[in-house]
């Protein structure tokens, strides 16, 4: 009995076998036809660092390569490129790119680039963390239907960041909101600036990248300005609409100065009642703008 119960089962694996391998190719087949919905258009991705960490504002460049049986869409779509590490996200960025590919002809090349921030995600003190971190990244086409359609994919290795990159020193002119915890890196309080606040970092002493991130509340109809110093000197002004604004600047040594700490300053024309996280406003506290994050790292 037990000789006819194994030959009956090795019956069941042939029969099997060839209706799964059949399956399987239908399924790569299907799979194949989705990708190939974008015809004559190949993709690639770059980063200015060569060796990428977390905590890293990099560059993203990404190309758009038409061959000769490229066919322009008649429909607006944008690219978009994200990574995530354990089915988590990590960062996402929209690209734009000029001309739009309604107008795209065939034999040419497209660019679009912007900066990325990679936030710190990475802990240090656990051992599988050691050699680092693994992001799932791609780069995707997408139209006001939402569909997706995927142009490039790659696994990106992420360091952990160096210990030598400066933290900052908030001084004067800081309000505090929401959970305790820490200040900076890892966002878990909400930080807003008066009419004019101040921090310290310390001085990379070379060219370096500052990244500020952060949230404004202006009315719908009226603008916000926001003054950024080093030190003494004006580095910008920008006009922010209520929502979410990133500013990124590529600084000299020269740009940094000599001091051993750099002074920087975030100065607003108007304040707003601060707004509770049910909606309501806080009976006397006014704020200026929420700052997320306040990068600086040499390059």
């Known amino acids: ?14 029969f099997y076998g060839p209706a799964v391998f059949f399956l399987i190719l239908l399924i790569n087949l299907v799979a194949c036809r989705q990708e190939a919905k974008w015809p004559g258009l190949a993709v690639n991705a770059e980063f200015s660092e060569r060796e990428l960490t977390d ?6 460049k ?6 000769s049986d490229f066919k322009a869409p008649d429909q607006a779509w944008k ?4 990574a995530d590490h354990e089915n988590r996200l990590v960062f996402r960025e929209e690209f734009v790119v000029q001309p739009s590919p309604e107008t795209w002809l ?3 090349v497209y660019e679009s680039e912007k900066y990325a921030f990679i936030p710190a995600f990475i802990d240090k003190f656990k051992p599988e963390f050691n050699r680092g971190a693994r992001l799932s990244f791609q780069v995707y086409a997408e139209n006001g239907k939402k569909e997706k359609i995927s142009l490039y994919q790659r ?5 952990p960041y160096p210990m030598e990159i400066p933290d900052v020193l908030y001084l004067d002119g800081w309000e505090k909101a929401g959970p305790s915890g820490p200040t900076d890196r890892f966002g878990q309080t909400e930080l807003w600036t008066t009419e004019r606040a101040t921090c310290l970092i310390r001085n990379p002493g070379k060219s370096s990248r500052l990244m500020i991130r952060g949230e404004s509340l ?17 580095l910008d002004v920008l006009q922010l609409e209520r929502g979410l604004f990133q500013k990124v600047y590529e600084l000299s040594p020269e740009d940094l100065g000599k001091n051993r700490e750099i002074k920087l300053s975030l100065a607003v024309d108007q304040t707003f009642p601060l707004e509770s996280r049910d909606g309501e406003k806080e009976s006397g506290r006014r704020v200026g703008v929420k700052i997320n994050t306040i990068y600086l790292r040499a390059k």
Do not use: C, W
């Not at 009995?1 to 042939?14: C, L, S």
């Not at 905590?55 to 993203?60: E, F, N």
């Open 1 to 14: 009995m037990m000789m006819i119960k194994n030959r009956q089962k090795t019956q069941v694996r042939i």
């Open 55 to 60: 905590y890293l504002v990099t560059k993203l």
């Open 62 to 67: 990404l190309k758009f390569i038409t061959t």
């Open 79 to 82: 690219f978009i490129a994200e």
């Open 106 to 108: 065939p034999g040419h």
């Open 155 to 159: 696994t990106l290795k992420l360091k």
């Open 218 to 234: 202006a009315s719908q109809t009226d603008r916000q300005n926001l003054l950024i110093y080093l030190e003494d000197r004006l």
